[in-house]
C-alpha cells in the first residue's frame, strides 16, 4: 500500500471511531484512561527496551545531549504518565455542558452545547510522552487522535501507541479511538494536511519550523502553538522587590521555553535606579545583558542590542534590554517586536496597569506576575496541548475545553420561519 | 506599483488601524456606524449611478437575470443597508467583556477578556450590500476590514467603499479602519491567502467555488461559510401537523439559501400515511420529488434519487426522500451525507428527540422547528457575517462574538512560578 493511501485508511478510522466517541459517556472515557495508565505501568520493561533502541540510534548519529535527554524514557517518567493519565481521568468531561442557552421571540429554545471537534492530528517531535498526554486529553474531550511522532522517537512511540490503543478497546472505546502513523517518511504529514472532511484539526507540537511549515501548507484548519518573545515592562512606578523576583523567575526558572522572558523593557525614570540592581543580579546568574544605546550607559560592561535582539526568542540565557521614554513606548514596542504570548507590566500604578491590560495585545497579559504561568496546569486547566498563539479557535493554554467546539441545540413545538 | 505591493500597502494600514480599533471606545464605534449610514443617504445618487454602471456591464456580457438582481441596488436596498448600520450601533459592544475569571491557588486572578481579531479580510463576490454589512459588524467588534468584492460589483462597491471609509474616519476611527482592494485581478486574493501576520482571518462569502479555492491555498486561517444539505426526519412518533408546516417552510420559504431543506427522511412506519400527504402538498407547491426504491413504491410518478442526489444541495425546489428503518438508520444517513449545516427531526417522544439532539454533529440540531431559522438575526445576534460550517473558533450563525478572540489577563501582587 502507498503511504497516501495508508494515512487516508487511518484517518477513515478515526473518523469512524470519531462518531461513536462524540457521544461516548464520561465512565467510559474515565475507563479508557484508567486503563491506559494501568497498561503502561505493566509494559513498563518493553516500552524501556523500545526507548532504548530509540537512544542508541541518536548516539550513533550524534544527536545532542540536550535531545537524547527529551527522547530519554526512565521508570520516573513512564510513572509520570501513568500518573498523569489518572489526573486526566477526574477532570471535568467538558462535553454536553450547555454554556448558554436563551429564548428567542419565536419561543424557540435554543442551547449552545460543547462537543468534540472529532478527528485531531497531532504531528510532534522527540518527546514520546506527547504520545499519551495528547492520546489523553483528546480521548477525555471525546475526539479520536491521529499521533503522527518524529523519526527520533518511533520505537518507542510505536511501543506506546500499541499500548494504549489496546487499552480503550478494552475499556469499551471503538477500535481508531487511537491511531499512530508508523511510517517517519514525510509524505505522511503531507498526506495529513490535505485531508479535509476526515481531520478536523491539525495541531503540530515542536520546533519553529515544523510548524511553520504546517500553517503554510496545510488545507485542514490548524492550531498554531508558537514561539514567546516575552516582554516584563518595569514601569516608572514599579516596586522594585516584585520587579526583581519577577524578573529572575521569568528569565531563570526555565529559561529555555516558550514562556520564558527574553526582553526587559526599563521606564528612563527609573532606569538609573533599577538597572545596575537587576544588572548585577543577572550577571551573577550568568545572564547575558545585550542592552540598548541607553542601556550601555548606564550598565558596564554588556553586549549592544542589534534590532534583531529586540525580535529573538533566545530560549537562553540571554536578554535584550531596552530604556523606553513612556508607557506608550513600552506598549508600541511590544506591539512591534512581541510574538503575542506573554507579556507583562510591573507598575504600583493602577491607570497605568489598567492601560497595559487593555492595550497589550498577547494571549496572556499580566500585571507583576512571572509570563511563566502562562501554562494550562498553572491556570488550572489540569494539563494542556499546547500554548496557541494564534488568534482563532484558541488562545493560550489548551485544556480540554479547547479541544471541543459547540453546536446550537433548539428545542422548537413546531416553529415555522416568517 | 505592482498588486503584491499594492495588497501589502494596504494590509500595513489596516494592521494599524486595528492596533487603535482593539481599544476604541463603544461611543465612536456607534458614531461610526451612525456617520456611515448619513453618508449612505446622502450620496444615494452617486451609489445608484456607479451601480448602474455595473448592471450595464453585466446585461453586456449576457449576465444571468438572478445574479443581476443580486447586484442590483435601489432606493429602498439603500435605505435599507442605511437603517442595518443603525441597528448594528445599538447592539451590545462585545469588547472588554470578561467571559469568565477565576482565583489560581496562587491568587493569581485570571480573567478571560473578550479582544477584537485584528484584521479581518472578507472576499465576496455580487452582492454590493455585503460592503457595508461587513464593514459594519467588523467596526463594530473592534476590527479593521480588508474587503475585496467581485468585479461584477466594482463600481457600485468602489463607491460606496469611499463613501463609509470617510465616514469613520470623520467619526474619530483611524484611517485604515475599512479598506477596499480596488482592482479585481485575482492575484489580490493570492497575495491575500499568504499575508500572515498582517490579515489575522479570512472570511470567503460567495458560490462553493470560490470557497473550496480559499480553504485550500490560504496559509492565513480561514472561516469556511458552506453549504448546506439539510435534513427533516420525520419520526414514527411524529406530530403530522407539525411535519408537514416544518417541511413546507424548511423546503420553500426560501429554497436558494443553505438552511432550506433538501431531505426529507422518513421512518418506515409512517410512510405509508405521511408520504402520500406529504408528496401531493409538494407537488401542489411545484416541488420535484426524487425519491428512494421504498418511496417510489408509496408515491406514484415521481423522480427515482440517485446516491448523488443524497448528497447535493439543490438550492431549488427539488427534494430528495428516502424512507428508513430507523432512528439509527436516520442518523447515520446524516452522518454520511450531511455538511453539518442544519438537521431536524419532527417528534413526540422524548427519548428519541435526545438521541437525536445528542448524536447529529451538525452547525444546528432542531426538534420540531424549521431548519430555516439558522440564522444570525433569528438566533438573536442581531445580524451575520456568514454562517460557519467548519468547527473551528465558531461553528453556525457568525455575529459580533464570533468576530472575536479572548486574552487573559491576570492580576497578581508580585507572584513568581515555583
Redesign the interface.
Known sequence: MDIKDYVINIAKNSKLAA?KL??ADTNTKNKALIEMSKALLENKDYILSQNKIDIENAEKIGTSKALIDRLTLNDKRITDMAEALIKTSSLQDPI?EVIKM?K?P?E?Q?GQMR?P??VIGIIYEARPNVTVDAAALCIKSGNSVILRGGKEAINSNTAIAKIIKNAVVTAGLPDGSIEFIDITDRETVNVMMRL?GLI??LIPRGGAGLIKSV???S?V???ETGTGNCHVYVDKYA?F??AE??I???KL?RPAVCNAMESLLVHKDVAHEFLPRISSKLKELKVQIRGCAATQKIVKDIVPATDEDFGKEFLDLILSVKVVDSLEEAIDHI?KYSTKHSEAIITENYTNAQRF???V??????????T???DGE???FGGEIGIST????A??PMGLEQLT?????????????K
Do not use: C, M
Open positions: 462518531k462524540s457521544y454536553g436563551w428567542t419565536d424557540l435554543i462537543v471537534l472529532g479535509n478536523d484539526v500553517v503554510e501548507n488545507s484548519p490548524v492550531i516596586d522587590d516584585k523576583r519577577i529572575i523567575n521569568a526558572q506591539f491590560l487593555k492595550e495585545d498577547a494571549a496572556a497579559v499580566y500585571v507583576n506576575a512571572s511563566r504561568f502562562t498553572q491556570f488550572g494564534q488568534k482563532l479557535h488562545r493560550g467546539t459547540t453546536k446550537y441545540v433548539i428545542y422548537g413545538d413546531g416553529q415555522i420561519r
